[in-house]
């Protein structure tokens, strides 16, 4: 039984299983590793199926389950193929600012194309001297007659390139303000204003691309603002709550990945004339990533059900997921490898790559470091 889905929000994990199990494999994930290109044509298939959309709003095209509706699809792609899985929701994942502080027409504009599949968002917050302290950060917008001229550049953007939107957080005297820009904008704006440099190839989620991008006098009009001019960071860090919560969901369904396919190798791999998972010591190290993923499933979907009930404890327990989830996904994918012998250190089994890609998820949206601060200060 469980206590945090209902009969509807299974059928859609069903239904995203099932998807999940007939489209993803590991020869397509080494082949976009390789030509290091992001999914677009699954992103469109799985906007289609409405599986982008299951924990957004009805009035702009989701299905309305909320945050619990986010991490359960999160959960189940990143289950089957964490390097697609992971890469189908970084998609999405950055349109959440948008989709919670968007006026009616930034939403249907840009909020429910990307629930269809057809757009793509990216968030551009960091900053080369400016990460964790968001507050630091140096891109200016300057004010002229109905718009501002933006000067400045930010780093590690996911979906540099080739993301239909972004949202921006640049500064001026009001304090810090979110901007919203697309294509056409960058179109409009013409060459030497807006350019891409493309990080090139990380640890993991070699599927997306990581760019810097550079403004030189770059013009958004105001009406582009997202929410209330000065009020930016605020907005950034509501969103980061969402994403926080999708972040560990990517990395509980990374831990599920590793820990079904020890539990299955297990059982198959003999030595010694019998099944490993006969040798006590493998099947104590299995029930342990068992107990462990069975805490950090109340812990997650604790922590969206508070989300979704307002309840002011979220906060906290969304912090609390993304620093234990992804520290045990790590471990468990790591004990994973181990599990497999020499086999587990072969890229066509998959586990040394979801390793990498996962190792990402105590990092972004937060390090661990920058979550535990979080709750400190929550609790004390
Ligand atoms: C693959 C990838 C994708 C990313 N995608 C995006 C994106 O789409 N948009 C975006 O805006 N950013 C993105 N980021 C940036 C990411 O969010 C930052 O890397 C992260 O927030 C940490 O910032 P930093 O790298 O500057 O590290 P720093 O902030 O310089 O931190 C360095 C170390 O110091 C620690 N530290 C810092 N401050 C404190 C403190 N007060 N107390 C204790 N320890 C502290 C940190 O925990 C860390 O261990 C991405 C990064 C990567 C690698």
Not at 24 to 30: A, G, N
Not at 290 to 299: D, G
């Amino acid at each position: 039984m469980d206590i945090y889905l209902n009969n509807d929000l299974k059928d859609v994990e069903k239904a995203v299983s099932e998807f999940c199990q007939q489209e993803l494999d590991q020869e397509y994930l080494q082949r976009l590793e390789d030509e290091h290109k992001y999914p677009r044509e699954l992103f469109e298939k799985i906007g289609e199926l409405g599986f982008i959309g299951v924990g957004f709003s009805e009035e702009i095209g989701g299905s309305g389950y909320g945050a619990l509706g986010h991490v359960v699809a999160v959960k189940e792609m990143c289950r089957k193929l964490p390097g697609i899985g992971m890469a189908l929701s970084l998609g999405y994942m950055p349109g959440i600012v948008v989709d919670i502080y968007g006026t009616k027409g930034q939403r249907e504009k840009y909020i429910r194309p990307m629930i269809e599949g057809r757009y793509i968002a990216a968030i551009a917050v960091t900053e080369p001297d400016s990460g964790s302290d968001i507050g630091s950060l140096k891109t200016r917008m300057e004010e002229k007659e109905d718009y501002f001229v933006v000067n400045g550049s930010k780093i590690f953007t996911t979906n540099a390139g080739y993301a239909d939107f972004y949202t921006l957080l640049a500064k001026d005297e009001d304090g810090l303000t979110a901007l919203l820009f697309d294509k056409e904008l960058i179109d409009e704006n013409g060459s030497g204003h807006f350019e891409v440099n493309d990080l090139g190839r990380k640890m993991g989620i070699n599927t997306t691309s990581t760019g810097e991008l550079v403004f030189s006098d770059f013009r958004i009009p105001k009406e582009h603002v997202i929410g209330q001019r000065g009020k930016g960071k605020k907005i950034v860090l509501d969103g980061f709550e969402i994403g926080r919560m999708m972040t560990a969901a990517q990395a509980f369904g990374g831990m599920l990945y590793g820990y079904e396919k020890a539990a299955d190798y297990a059982k198959k791999r003999k030595q010694f004339g019998k099944p490993i998972i006969k040798f006590q010591s493998i099947e104590h190290d299995l029930v342990d990533m068992y107990v462990e993923i069975e805490k950090c499933r109340s812990l997650l979907y604790k922590a969206a059900w508070l989300y979704d009930k307002k309840d002011p404890e979220s906060k906290k327990y969304s912090s609390m997921a993304k620093l234990a989830i992804p520290e045990s996904a790590i471990k468990i994918l790591n004990r994973s490898i181990d599990i497999l012998g020499g086999y587990g250190y072969m890229r066509d089994q998959g586990l040394e790559g979801a390793l990498r890609d996962v190792r990402i998820t105590s990092i972004y949206e937060g390090t661990s470091k920058i979550q535990r601060n979080a709750i400190a200060k929550m609790l004390y």
